[in-house]
């Protein structure tokens, strides 16, 4: 799915609300495990609670990074096979929500959001596992007629405060262009 300025991201219709897009910072990032980790209900327990979080988005039009804060109010439901994030900009007049569930019979975990503007759940999200304490969460999508890969990984996870940032490759995975980080501490 794109956004207004034809340009992918792990959520678009937030990327669409903020005005923001898909940058030119080349990173490389972890690659996704080599074997497949199963995943289980509990996995994004960490996320139960409320949290404060610092945005850093990467500009297009200028290569400079835009700052800004957030709040989040998560929730475990479904015995820890699904994770609900309710996400808050007040600065940006923005809300949203992301739900995570366990496709139980895979083992995989789904990712999905929806933008409070629109009530739109985007599909298919993306999907991924955790591993050695760091979810990788993938998925094909096109920008324009490219296709790209766009991830989202969740790391440094600890009792008080995680990590998520998002990149995009462009060359079917051998490079990666990090665009977002999203550094929660827990209220």
């Known amino acids: 799915m794109s956004d207004q300025t034809g340009v992918i991201a792990r959520r678009p ?8 897009a898909v940058g030119v910072a080349t990173a490389t990032l972890p690659a996704a495990a080599a074997e497949p980790a199963a995943g289980k209900a509990g996995d994004f327990n960490f996320l139960a609670g409320e949290w404060r979080i610092s945005h850093r988005r990467l500009k297009p039009e200028t290569g400079e990074w835009d700052e800004f804060t957030g709040e989040a109010t998560c929730w475990t439901i479904l015995n820890g096979a699904g994770s609900i994030e309710e996400l808050r900009i007040p600065a940006r007049n923005f809300a949203g929500v992301g739900i995570r569930l366990l496709q139980v019979e895979r083992k995989i975990w789904s990712d999905v959001w929806v933008n409070a503007k629109n009530g739109v759940l985007t599909t298919p999200g993306l999907t991924g596992t955790f591993r050695h304490g760091e979810g990788v969460f993938e998925a094909d999508e096109m920008d324009g007629d490219q296709p790209i890969k766009v991830r989202g990984i969740w790391d440094r996870i600890t009792p008080t405060s995680h990590r998520w940032y ?18 929660w501490v827990r209220v």
């Open 166 to 183: 998002q990149s995009v490759s462009r060359d079917g995975g051998q490079t990666w262009d990090a665009n977002w980080y999203m550094e």
């Open 13 to 20: 219709m937030l990327q669409s609300a903020l005005g923001l």
